[in-house]
């Protein structure tokens, strides 16, 4: 048994939940120093807690187990014709197709049954299903369109606006402005995310276009992809100096930890070179999983409670 859940973490690469997660519990600190939501007036009780960081932990995980598996699920002939991705769980053998069906199904549910813990707030039940949609399409995306990345990008950025909707409740209707810290969170997410999966996927351009399917190396070719991958990390940096105007709470540590995380970037982008990708993974994993979590700890302190 341990064995065989072994094989569904390594599947689903359970590890990368770490890219989405800390931005959603930034937004849940945000949320609620920010005050003025139905949650906040409660958090003076530590146990108030509980019960939307429980919701938004089961959200979290189902929501990528039933994506990722999704994704390995759809892609799993691409996969076994790319050496690269040969030796997949899928392609190889290790486990069945009738397996990760299932998988996808008990996630679906569960994250649906996730979304009751916020009630009687009936927005995170009613965008539910809108939700997994688009998660689950991302699958299909690189089959008609070169903005795969943008996609997958926008997936990931959902994580803190939908976790603000969780939290705040009904204020997000009555007062669209409530929204902004989460929207400029999540569009900071959504750019950083398209810009590592651009350079992630630079390894398969030469695959992806000779077998027709569509990504921003394929069609624009190595080099422009990585200047692209840069702009849109540019961008990245832009909204999170921008976040500390809708959030006036941040403060020195939070500028310490953006400088931080550009130091990061720029050396993400140092690594990788059109005539040598060879170092797409450190690039990929090692500044990639170590930004979320910076910036987290960073907002953790800063905020004033």
Known sequence: MAATLR?????????????????????VLIAFASGGGPSSATMTAPLSWIRPL??????????????????RLVDRTIDAANPRTASRHLPRGAVGATEVLGLITLSCVGFVAGTLLFLPNWLPVALSVPVLAWLLGYSYAKRFTMFAHVWLGVALGLAPVATWIAVRGLIVLENPADLWPATILGLAVT?????????????DAQFDAAHGLQSIPARLGVPRALTLAAILHGLTLLLLALLPLVVPQLGAIYWLALAAITALLIWEHSIVRPDDLSRVNEAFFNANAVIGV???AAIAADLRW
Do not use: K
Not at 54 to 71: D, E, H, P, S
Not at 191 to 203: E, L, M, R, S
């Open 7 to 27: 094989t569904y973490l390594e599947l689903v690469r359970f590890s990368h939940t770490i890219f989405a997660l800390p931005f959603a519990i930034m937004a």
């Open 294 to 296: 910076v910036l987290l």
């Open 191 to 203: 750019v950083w995310v398209a810009g590592f999966d651009t350079i992630y996927a630079c390894q």
């Open 54 to 71: 429980l919701g938004i932990l089961i959200c979290m995980v189902t929501a990528r187990t039933a994506a990722m598996a999704f994704n």
